[in-house]
């Protein structure tokens, strides 16, 4: 969902840029650097121990109220702040996560993900063929996977963004699954111009949707 439209990375890098300034004007001289995903900053963990909510079975941040639905990123300043008490995990009596999911990278007791059984690095990070082992597996995604948050019940929580720069372009969401299968470099380029879909790039997507196509076929 968050490639659909502008690549988040600089969409709420402006947004930190906008925030860092609005701290200087309101407390004088601040000295800081943002960051989103662009740093090895354990960002997640970092969340936890700010009481912006606590880590799930999926291993994904959930908030009590905005479920896991949203950003992750750093402003860090030289400006000293109060602390929040860490929220405490909320559980529910749930299937077991794994049987919920089409890869199996989530371990059975959950809190741990296996990162090489992940649509989302099967499709993004690798750049290697995908392995034949998850051939029938992938549930059709093409570019990262959403899963494992669709199945989390703090999700019924989320709401829709009410950023313009997040809309999908026009044509997308309108392609036939002939239009992807015979996708032109000028098509992607069109339709994930400033997308975060250029990390996988025009040949990482092909090559996505060709494993998809041949599973289909077989």
């Known amino acids: 969902m968050y490639a659909l439209g502008k690549d988040y990375h600089h969409v709420i890098r402006e947004k930190l840029v906008e925030l860092l300034d609005a701290l200087r004007k309101e407390v004088g001289a601040v000295e800081g650097r943002c960051f989103v995903d662009s ?5 997640r963990d970092w969340a936890k121990r700010a009481g912006i909510g606590w880590i799930g079975k999926n291993t994904l941040l959930i908030h009590p109220k905005a479920g896991s639905y949203f950003f992750l990123a750093e402003l860090i300043i030289d400006l000293e702040l109060g602390a929040r008490r860490p929220h ?10 794994h049987r919920r999911l089409p890869h199996g990278g989530h371990l059975p007791q959950g809190y741990l993900l296996d990162a090489s059984k992940c649509i989302s690095y099967l499709t993004i990070e690798l750049k290697d063929a995908i392995p034949e082992a998850f051939r029938g597996k992938m549930d059709n995604w093409m570019f990262g996977c959403d899963v494992c948050q669709d199945v989390c019940p703090w999700n019924r929580f989320s709401t829709p963004h009410n950023e313009p720069a ?4 026009p044509e997308l969401l309108a392609m036939k699954r002939e239009e992807w299968e015979e996708l032109t470099e000028e098509v992607f380029g069109k339709v994930f111009q400033g997308s975060a879909v250029k990390r996988a790039g025009y040949q990482g997507l092909k ?3 060709q494993f998809l196509v041949e599973k289909l076929k077989s």
């Not at 740093?39 to 960002?43: F, G, K, T």
């Not at 405490?88 to 996560?97: C, D, K, T, V, W």
């Open 39 to 43: 740093a090895p900053v354990m960002e």
């Open 88 to 97: 405490e995990r909320l559980l529910r009596r749930l299937p077991p996560l």
């Open 166 to 169: 997040f809309e999908p372009h």
């Open 207 to 209: 090559r996505n949707i």
